[in-house]
C-alpha cells in the first residue's frame, strides 16, 4: 500500500473548519484514501473514504486533487470533541490481503 | 456499527503466564483484525483474519496466536506473556466490501 505523509500537528478555532492535509504521491490507481481519528485513550473511529470523487458525510468531507497525489479532510465547524489524532490511509479494495496500516498521523487540537 | 466488545478491559499479568483477549462482534462482519497501540510506534498490527478459521499474521505477530472458531468472536491469545507485550490491544472488524473498519474500545495489558 503507498505510503501517506501528513504534518505532525495543527491547530484550529472553535467553530472554524479544519483542514486536515496528506500527500500520498505514490498512490495507485486502485488504492482509496481513508480517513479516521482516535480521540485520547479510545479506539480509532472510521471517518469518510473515497477513490477519486469528493465525499461527503455527516462528519467530513474529503476532497482528492484530481492527480489523487493529495487530499485534504474537511470538518466544516470544529469543536473541542473533535481534538485528536487523525489518520489518513491509503488503500486497495477490500480482500484477503487488504489491510489498513496506521502511520503517525496529524494531531489536531481545537483550542476554545 | 459492528458492535464490537473486547474482554477484559483490563488485565494486570505475571510475565509466563498465559492471556487471552477476546473479540467480540455483533454484526457478522467477514474480516476481523487485532492491533496494539505503543508510545512511539501507533497502531500495529498483530493477526487478522478473513472468516472462520482463516486467519493470517500481521507485521507484529511474533508471541502471539488467533482463533475464530466463530465469526463473532476473534481470539488473540499471548502463549507465554512477557513485559514487551504491555500494550494496548484493539480489535476492528469490518464487513465485505469496502468498507471502514469498526473498532472496539481497546484492552489495555499490563505484564509485571
Known amino acids: 500500500d503507498a505510503k501517506t505523509t501528513q504534518p505532525p500537528s495543527m491547530d484550529c478555532a472553535e467553530g472554524r473548519a479544519a483542514n486536515l492535509p496528506c500527500n500520498h504521491s505514490t498512490i495507485s490507481g486502485n488504492e482509496y484514501v481513508y480517513w479516521y481519528r482516535q480521540i485520547h485513550s479510545q479506539g480509532p473511529q472510521y471517518i469518510i473514504h473515497g477513490l477519486k470523487n469528493n465525499e461527503t458525510n455527516e462528519m467530513a468531507s474529503l476532497i482528492i486533487t484530481e492527480d489523487r497525489k493529495s487530499s485534504t479532510l474537511i470538518l466544516p465547524h470544529a469543536t473541542l470533541r473533535d481534538t485528536a489524532v487523525y489518520y489518513c490511509?491509503?488503500?486497495?479494495?477490500?480482500?484477503?490481503?487488504?489491510?489498513?496500516?496506521f502511520g503517525k498521523g496529524i494531531t489536531l487540537s481545537v483550542r476554545p | 456499527d459492528a458492535g464490537i466488545t473486547q474482554s477484559p478491559r483490563h488485565k494486570v499479568t505475571e510475565t509466563g503466564t498465559p492471556v487471552t483477549l477476546r473479540c467480540h462482534q455483533t454484526?457478522?462482519?467477514?474480516?476481523m483484525y487485532w492491533y496494539r497501540q505503543d508510545p512511539g510506534h501507533g497502531l500495529r498490527l498483530i493477526h487478522y483474519s478473513y472468516g472462520v478459521k482463516d486467519t493470517d499474521k500481521g507485521e507484529v505477530s511474533d508471541g502471539y496466536s488467533v482463533s475464530r472458531s466463530k465469526t463473532e468472536d476473534f481470539l488473540l491469545t499471548l502463549e507465554s506473556a512477557t513485559s514487551s507485550q504491555t500494550s494496548v490491544y484493539f480489535c476492528?472488524?469490518?464487513?465485505?466490501?469496502?468498507?471502514?473498519?469498526?473498532f472496539g474500545s481497546g484492552t489495555r495489558l499490563t505484564v509485571v
Open positions: 490511509i491509503v488503500r486497495t479494495h477490500t480482500g484477503a490481503n487488504s489491510k489498513l496500516t
Open positions: 476492528a472488524a469490518q464487513r465485505e466490501g469496502n468498507y471502514g473498519y469498526t
Open positions: 454484526e457478522n462482519h467477514r474480516y
